[in-house]
């Protein structure tokens, strides 16, 4: 399956799937920012 990593700071903020990754409040707070929709 698909990974992807998003970082923050250098530091890795989530790992997962997109699913995974739509779905993390942290990933939509510092990566694709509040207004996001699919």
Same mark, same amino acid.
């Given at each position: 399956? %698909? !990974?992807?990593? *998003?970082? !923050?700071? &250098?530091? *890795? $903020?989530?790992? &997962?799937?997109?699913?995974e $990754?739509? %779905?993390?409040?942290?990933? !939509?707070?510092?990566? $694709? &920012?509040? &207004?996001?929709? !699919?």
């Amino acid at each position: 399956t %698909d !990974r992807a990593y *998003i970082m !923050r700071e &250098g530091q *890795i $903020l989530a790992a &997962g799937s997109a699913e995974e $990754l739509y %779905d993390n409040p942290l990933v !939509r707070k510092y990566y $694709l &920012g509040t &207004g996001f929709q !699919r």
